[in-house]
């Protein structure tokens, strides 16, 4: 696998976990996105500042939510993530994060599918 696609895995995974789970989503933007943050979850307002305002408000109503990275998958400009998100409190998700990668490296577009994660199933196979 080209370098490029290798660290684009890395800092996806980098940027995750500084912004989902050390609850520092400005230091993640600053360190891992691009000029631009386009953003498709349709809870979270486009751009940078929007992106920091969302999850500093989910640090504080939802301490000690964690998620932890199943899988990651690179092709081209795109990586995907496959993660376990836990949120104290509420439910927990399966979710799957696309992010898209500039020429530079950095993050400049999300999209992402969530799947909350029933205590019920037609299979004994789980969701990771």
Not at 59 to 73: F, Q
Not at 82 to 89: R, S, T
Not at 112 to 117: E, G, P, R
Request: with cysteine; hydrophobic share 40%.
């Amino acid at each position: 696998m080209p370098d490029n696609l290798q660290a684009n895995k890395r800092n996806a995974i980098a940027f995750y976990e500084m912004m989902f789970n050390t609850c520092q989503p400005r230091a993640a933007i600053e360190q891992f996105a691009g000029d631009d943050y386009i953003q498709h979850n349709p809870h979270v307002a486009d751009g940078k500042e929007a992106f920091i305002e969302y999850f500093e408000r989910m640090a504080v109503e939802y301490p000690g939510k964690v998620t932890h990275v199943k899988r990651a998958i690179a092709e081209g400009d795109l990586v995907v993530l496959h993660c376990h998100q836990l949120w104290p409190g509420s439910d927990d998700y399966a979710g799957m994060d696309i992010f898209r990668f500039d020429d530079n490296g950095k993050i400049v577009e999300h999209w992402d599918v969530l799947q909350v994660i029933s205590d019920t199933s037609a299979n004994d196979n789980g969701l990771f």
